[in-house]
């Protein structure tokens, strides 16, 4: 088969996947993960014929995939692929371009510095931005924070690049009690240590509480969340931010997938979040990219340009080259389908995307509320915190549910107890699908109580 057939081949696997996303068990059943075992091979001395390679991964893989890009999956704030960020994408991989620079790939650094802007535009932040599009919001918040402890330190006469740590000033770090994983081992692997770390209390809905703020100062890092991960719930950006920029801190904003929020009709939730120095969003999550994609956003474009630079006396390139906002050298274009993504989409459109899944989970508190769960946070956003009567039968529906096959959710602890949380962030979900899964619910609750 020559490698145009391979591709056609590729494509209609991958059509035929597409096409049943809908029906797919959303997670694997157990003879489907048992067929995993069939990649389970010595590596071969002599290589197979490409496409054998293609159709074991699609035979053995495809069943054996989380049904994530498909409407009944709910776990982890995971969003689907666009049609437009998914196509881009493909034809994205035949151009094969490493984007460091403009040298290096004219369209990609074209687009990407269009896509840098547009986001700029779209979650309305300081024009001035620069923006590096990263991995994953893990990698934009370990980029960001570099950059920050930087630029404070170099307030204070410090040459960070030249010297390092040994010596240096101290940078403290201010994070909320409810922080991402991430951004904690972000700051981890930077060094600042996790007992080191300070704890801004939060309140009952599990955002900063005002009254309880840790001291700031001018060689503070505040780490602050635009939706946090089991609530959705927003810091209270416009009274903490001016009291943070009044001490001189460096305020982050960690808004994985919350920071979308900003472009739709709940920005209200978002208020006083421009007043930052650096943002984190993702693009893989609830702008509906494929992974994997994030964005880096800094106010202070020299400052992360300087963190980040890699020029090299064989490449030298502008500030705003991708290579220079980022941690890697050769990289795929990954504004690139967060370009199509806009385009595509439009203002109205990722507005709308936004508002109906915040819908769609409002509508999911109150069907499940009325099926006699415990809806544990105030569904501010796309996220459903739920419990049963007890802790055992909170566990047991959802595994149920899990092993249902017809929905997939994750477990999460809140305030030390289990509880179950359920996000709307894929395009695909529509009412209909919200139903069956307060249905699905609904009767998973019958089944379990008593
Ligand atoms: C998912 C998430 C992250 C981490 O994002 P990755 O892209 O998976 O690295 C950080 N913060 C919040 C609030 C998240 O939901």
């Not at 590729?10 to 694997?28: C, S």
């Not at 809140?414 to 509880?419: D, F, S, T, V, Y």
Request: glycine share 8%; hydrophobic share 50%.
């Amino acid at each position: 088969m020559d490698e145009l057939a391979l591709l056609g081949d590729a494509d209609q696997r991958a059509h035929r996947y597409l096409a049943t996303v809908a029906q797919r068990r959303v997670f694997p059943d157990a003879g489907a993960l048992a067929g995993l075992a069939a990649f389970d091979e010595p590596l071969p001395d002599e290589g197979a014929a490409p496409s054998d390679t293609l159709r074991l991964l699609d035979e053995a893989g495809s069943p054996a995939t989380a049904v994530s890009n498909g409407p009944n999956y709910y776990g982890f704030v995971i969003g689907a692929a666009l049609p437009a960020a998914a196509a881009a994408e493909r034809l994205m991989l035949a151009w094969d371009q490493c984007a460091s620079t403009f040298d290096n790939s004219p369209a990609a650094a074209t687009i990407e510095r269009i896509a840098g802007r547009w986001v700029v535009e779209a979650l309305d932040l300081p024009r001035e931005s620069a923006v590096g599009f990263g991995t994953s919001a893990t990698a934009c918040t370990l980029v960001a924070i570099a950059a920050a402890r930087r630029a404070l330190l170099a307030r204070k006469g410090w040459d960070f690049d030249s010297d390092g740590l040994t010596g240096a000033p101290e940078v403290k770090v201010v994070i909320s009690e409810l922080a991402h994983i991430t951004v904690k081992k972000a700051l981890r692997v930077l060094g600042f240590g996790l007992k080191r770390l300070i704890v801004a209390p939060v309140d009952s809905c599990g955002r900063i509480d005002l009254a309880r703020l840790p001291a700031l100062d001018d060689m503070t890092i505040l780490c602050v969340q635009a939706g946090e991960v089991n609530t959705g719930e927003f810091d209270p950006f416009a009274a903490l931010i001016p009291r943070a920029k009044a001490a001189g801190a460096w305020v982050h904003v960690d808004g994985a997938f919350g920071l979308w929020a900003r472009a739709s009709a709940k920005s209200a939730l978002t208020d006083g979040v421009e007043q930052a120095d650096s943002w984190t969003a993702d693009a893989h999550k609830w702008l509906n990219t494929p992974y994997d994609g994030a964005m880096t956003i800094c106010r202070d474009a020299a400052a992360l340009a300087a963190a980040m630079n890699a020029d090299a006396v064989y490449s030298m390139a502008s500030l705003d080259a991708q290579k220079n906002l980022n941690l890697e050298f050769s990289r795929r274009p990954r504004g690139l389908p967060v370009w199509a993504a806009l385009r595509s989409l439009g203002r109205t459109g990722v507005a709308a995307m936004v508002e109906r899944h915040c819908a769609l989970a409002a509508r999911i508190g109150e069907g499940l509320r009325e099926a006699g769960y415990e809806v544990l946070n105030r569904v501010v956003l796309n996220q459903v915190l739920v419990r049963a009567q007890s802790d055992a039968q909170t566990v047991a529906i959802r595994e149920a549910a899990q092993a249902s096959g017809e929905v997939w959710f994750g477990a999460t602890l809140w305030q030390g107890r289990p509880a179950f949380r359920i996000s709307v962030s894929s395009w695909r979900t529509q009412e209909t699908h919200v139903e069956r899964l307060i249905a699905l619910l609904a009767a998973l609750r019958e089944r379990h109580s008593g």
